[in-house]
């Protein structure tokens, strides 16, 4: 079975850093795609940011691109999400997410796992 479990989330000021852990386990880690979402409040769930098997090949949503960096320790079986100049309009809650396949992609449905969520509020 397959479990994805997320840490590090929390109430940081705007211009803060936060760092999000996805401990992976129940399958391969190494062999599938890594994603992180996020859900804000009356919104849709959106595409954060995605990295492939290897590490190889990451892909970043526009709002973060150049703030957010997605890696993964595939010793360790975990994927990290390192988020510097945290602004308002990032709070939501950030949800890891298990790849159907070896490459990154952008897309909800090509992520068969998903972890509970970790909430993660920037304050202005």
């Known amino acids: 079975q397959v479990q994805l479990v997320e840490s590090g989330g929390g109430l940081v000021q705007a211009g803060g850093s936060l760092r999000l852990t996805c401990a992976a386990s129940?399958?391969?880690?190494?062999?599938?795609?890594m994603g992180w979402f996020r859900q804000a409040p009356g919104k849709n769930r959106e595409f954060v940011a995605a990295i492939s098997h290897n590490g190889g090949s990451t892909a970043y949503a526009d709002s973060v691109k150049g703030r957010f960096t997605i890696s993964r320790d595939n010793a360790k079986n975990t994927v990290y999400l390192q988020m510097n100049s945290l602004k308002p309009e990032d709070t939501a809650v950030y949800y890891c997410?298990?790849?159907?396949?070896?490459?990154?992609?952008?897309?909800?449905?090509?992520?068969?796992?998903w972890g509970q969520g970790t909430q993660v509020t920037v304050s202005s």
């Open positions: 997410a298990g790849g159907r396949y070896s490459y990154r992609t952008y897309y909800t449905s090509d992520y068969g796992y």
């Open positions: 129940g399958r391969t880690f190494s062999s599938y795609a």
